[in-house]
């Protein structure tokens, strides 16, 4: 029986096929192109599938339209359509996840934090002298994460968890795109349903304050890092030795101090992790600084924490 997620695999393919490329962006850049005069309908597959823009039918080939009411991705928009869905780039591989804006609850957010986190995890399986047998990414959202490690590390079982069946629907197919048979997508809230321990676990967890409290945006806490933190306090558990946690988060700095890299110090102490933390970019997200959320911050940084469990 076919189902959605082979109809989107399908599509995935004919938009490969085609030549399609999309570079997602934040989406505070996304809205601000959006309301150009010239940007209110997409005139290509680009306006349909990367900048989400409302559609006349004859605006795609009529095959792809087929794909998408197939995949109960699209739906009216006053008198035009709208996909429920994107496809972005990255590594030469399309990814699919939610339309914007992502302001639903099960909404799988892809953006630049996406390309950094897997840039990161692909540079450090290069810089292992082997590569890691058993990894996992929590939290996986789209699967990008998980998807660029399999293909760095193509003998490795990589296991891609997230509490959003959504997440986990759009990585099987993102999986399946890329070809990489080692991804395996598994329900679970940080690793507490994966057994076992593991030689590279990646993150790139929810770190904003969020008055919505949007599931894949809301990092908890006063400061947005409780999944952050909980991440690490994961890993300082079922990493094996010469393990690493490779965790990409972000950060509101207030009065020039870090309240995420103090608290990972703390949790830190005493695991026998050996660790790094940089600011990847030091400011990012500047619209959240007019809300009250960060009110008090001087900017939101995005940071990569790395933990390795010496040999």
């Known amino acids: 029986m076919t189902t959605t997620s082979d109809e989107l695999h399908r599509l995935g393919r004919a938009l490969r096929e085609s030549g399609y490329e999309f570079t997602t962006v934040t989406p505070a850049t996304h809205a601000r192109v959006n309301r150009r005069p010239d940007n209110t309908e997409a005139r290509d597959l680009r306006g349909v599938f990367g900048w989400s823009r409302p559609f006349r039918p004859e605006t795609v080939p009529g095959e792809i339209l087929d794909m998408l009411r197939a995949a109960d991705a699209v739906e009216s928009h006053g008198s035009l359509w709208r996909s429920k869905i994107r496809f972005s780039s990255y590594g030469g591989e399309l990814f699919v996840h939610s339309a914007f804006p992502t302001d639903a609850a099960d909404a799988v957010f892809f953006g630049p934090d996406t390309y950094r986190m897997a840039d990161a995890a692909v ?33 490795a079982q990589v296991v891609a968890v997230d509490i959003n069946p959504a997440a986990l629907r759009f990585t099987e197919v993102n999986a399946r795109l890329a070809g990489t ?9 940080l690793l507490d349903a994966v057994d076992g321990d593991f030689d590279l676990i990646i993150a790139n967890p929810p770190f904003m304050i969020d008055p919505a409290g949007r599931t894949y945006r809301d990092g908890g806490g006063p400061d947005g890092n409780d999944l952050p933190l909980s991440l690490i306090d994961t890993a300082a558990k079922r990493l094996t030795p010469g393990g690493a946690l490779v965790l990409f988060a972000g950060t509101g700095i207030v009065d020039g101090r870090d309240p995420l890299r103090a608290a990972a110090a703390e949790r830190l102490h005493g695991t026998g992790l050996t660790w790094t933390y940089r600011e990847v970019d030091p400011d990012v997200y500047g619209e959240e600084l007019d809300g009250p959320a960060y009110a008090h911050a001087d900017r939101i940084a995005v940071v990569l924490l790395t933990a390795t469990r010496p040999r």
């Open 123 to 155: 540079a450090h399986v290069g810089s292992r002298s082997e590569p890691p047998a058993r990894v996992a990414d929590v939290g996986c959202g789209s699967g990008a994460g998980a998807v660029a490690v399999a293909r760095s590390a193509p003998h």
């Open 181 to 189: 048979a080692n991804v395996s997508p598994q329900y679970s809230d």
